[in-house]
């Protein structure tokens, strides 16, 4: 499969119904956004794995509606099961020839396609705005994500008059394309590449490390209580329905142990950093650490 198959697949609402591997070059931005436009069609539980034994034993034949991620940098092993999408920079020569057929190549990124995306999520935005809003965000993939995010919460209509005071403000002068928020969905998602990309701007962002433990400690216990109990209402973890559905999609990357490790340490460290026992330097590098060693 190539990428113009893909694409018409995505488009004909065509659920995945088999194994596909995700190759990239430099970065896993545009993967990560056909991963959520094919988990958008079944509307389907996104389930990261650590490695492709942990399929073993799982029917993913049955409905349960999943769909399973497994992540590397070099793809050495292969299990041909559906529906499983894996994502990597490098397939080991080994096993090359077997996989060719479920192979789809993703290029670097070029400022058309980036154009392009800005024009899907910003559809009222002039062809002018467009392409200020591209060298506004030097063409950075996340920061473009990040401005549209932002420009959207103003509704399309809006989307003129408000960038257009928002660039007269200088709102797109800062540093950085990342914010603490980013910094916390990468580590719920586990997603390693955006961390150290995110982690090498960290001067710039100077995220509180107090305010990232108290977002990620109650983001860990939503999500240990939708994965404990499926049926839970998003009133009953005093979360609207979007920010439940957001919290949602991030079940399954972390197991209930690991949840529950994560939320004791978080918890100490919040006490430790509010009693003055730990000093704030480093302590970024140390949450991320444990974290994604538990």
């Known amino acids: 499969m190539d990428l113009i198959e893909l694409k018409k697949m995505i488009l004909n609402n ?38 492709l034994n942990e399929l073993k034993g799982i029917d993913l034949l049955s409905n349960d509606n ?10 050495n092993d292969f299990i041909s099961n559906k529906p499983l999408i894996i994502v990597c920079n490098s397939i080991s020569k080994d096993l090359i020839n077997d996989v060719n057929l479920f192979v789809v190549e993703f290029p670097d990124l070029e400022n058309w396609q980036l154009k392009d995306y800005i024009q899907v999520n910003l559809p009222k935005l002039k062809e002018e705005n467009i392409s200020l809003l591209g060298n506004l965000s030097k063409w950075d993939p996340y920061r473009i994500d990040n401005n549209i995010k932002i ?21 797109f002068s800062d540093s950085s394309q990342f914010t603490i928020f980013d910094l916390s969905n990468s580590i719920l998602k586990k997603d390693i590449s955006k961390i150290n990309l995110i982690l090498k701007d960290i001067s710039n962002i100077n995220p509180d490390p107090l305010a ?16 404990t109990n499926p049926r839970i209402a998003p009133e009953e973890l005093n979360l609207n329905y979007k920010q439940f559905l957001a919290i949602k999609y991030n079940c399954g990357v972390y197991s209930d142990i690991q949840l529950l490790k994560i939320i004791k ?30």
Not at 66 to 75: A, E
Not at 155 to 169: C, P, Q, Y
Not at 269 to 285: A, Q, R, T, V
Request: charged share 20%; glycine share 4%; net charge neutral.
């Open 151 to 171: 420009i959207s919460l103003f509704g399309e209509g809006a989307s003129n008059n408000i960038f257009l005071s928002m660039v007269r403000d200088g709102f």
């Open 212 to 227: 990232l433990t108290t977002i990620l400690e109650k983001n860990f216990i939503n999500i240990l209580n939708i994965q």
């Open 66 to 75: 999943s769909l399973y991620i497994y992540k590397t940098d070099k793809l």
């Open 14 to 51: 065509q659920p995945l119904k088999r194994t596909i591997i995700f190759k990239y070059e430099k970065d896993t931005f545009l993967i990560n956004q056909y991963i959520e436009n094919i988990r958008n069609i079944s509307n389907s539980n996104l389930i990261y794995l650590d490695s």
């Open 265 to 294: 340490l978080l918890s100490q460290i919040d006490y430790k950093l509010k009693s003055g026992l730990l000093e704030y330097d480093k302590i970024i590098d140390y949450l991320i650490i444990n974290i994604l060693g538990v």
